[in-house]
């Protein structure tokens, strides 16, 4: 296992992320306790130390179980991550709450890293507004011991995140991102890296294989990859992509099977950073695979100086991207419930003033109807 230095301490490059735990006939809120348990015996056989859960995973069973996985072990072998709720709006005055029946759940004294978690466009607000206390309370149990290091995921924008960090950036340790080769340019994670780079926060990865998009390829796509690597998988290209950035630590994998884990496990027992014919291949790829879904939107802004409604077309078409690309999930529907009504894709009226200036002739006006439709 390759480990990298955080701190005084020395983490497995490889994290083992329980939001995709095994479960039993489909029902994500029933998790397969034992084959759970064959998986972390193994994770720790194999020397990695990192395990991350969340008070919302699996419908609130990740955290019980493993905490009951994790019990077997001496509490020193193993660093534990979970996070404050606040995708959820309603939880915002319940830190202290669910910070004490996390614990219980985890069946554990103090957590290694806990984390703000999805700090977005639709939680940004909150999370900063002082009447909820978040901060002032986990910077509390920081000083108490019970939190070892602070920290905040995101699947929000740039500009969220960096209203995030110059509020709080000082007392961060770390951040969770989406990051790969693909979201690379599409999710703009490359500025994100840099904006982390420049308050001295390392990386944490979620999402590496892009919820399994990136575990395989195209027969074209996978043999430029061959011709380069003979030896490697197709999903080891995406870790070894990680590897090639210098501020990323851990990388999170939700493995669900034992196969899985295997196989990720094998791939972290070397350090094979990708030299620059390597990266630009695997960035063509990624360029492709965009190309076939995604609009061409350059936000070149022409669209909305022309827009009678006065919506943020770029931003909006962005969102459209996203939502096609990944077949639907939750990051386009969360930062549209933060854009108020008359603003929203089914303000647009279909007068296609902004398709006569597009200089990528994208028929913005369908577009704007279909997200409005598929997001309701």
Known sequence: MIYRNFQDMKLSALGMGAMRLPVIGGNDAVIDEEATKEMVAYAMEHGINYYDTAWGYHNGNSEIVMGKALSAYPRESYYLATKFPGYDLSNMDKVEEIFEEQLKKCQVEYFDFYLFHNVCEMNIDAYLNPKYGIFEYLMKQKKNGRIRHLGFSAHGSYEVMKRFLDAYGAEMEFCQIQLNYLD????????????????????????????????????????????????????AWAFRFLQTIPEVTVVLSGM??????????????????????????????????????????????????????????????ELYNEHCFTGGGFIAPMALSAISQ?????????????????PQQIKISEAMADVAERLG
Not at 342 to 358: F, H, L, T, W, Y
């Open 184 to 235: 690379w340019s599409f999710q703009n994670a490359k500025t994100k890296v840099d904006l982390l780079k420049e308050h001295h926060i390392p990386v944490w990865v979620m999402e590496p294989l892009r919820g399994g998009k990136l575990a395989s390829l195209s027969e074209e796509d996978e043999k430029t990859l061959k011709e380069l690597r003979p030896q490697e998988g197709i999903p």
């Open 256 to 317: 669900s099977n034992f196969e899985q884990m295997q196989e990720n496990i094998h791939t972290f027992e070397t350090d094979q950073p990708l030299n620059e014919q390597e990266m630009t291949s695997l960035l063509g790829i990624a360029d492709k695979m965009l190309k076939k879904i995604v609009l061409p939107c350059t936000a070149c802004h022409y669209c909305v100086s022309h827009c009678p409604q006065g919506l943020d077309i770029p931003t909006l078409l």
């Open 342 to 358: 008359d603003k929203q894709p089914k303000a647009c009226i279909g007068c296609r003033s902004c398709e006569a200036v597009c």
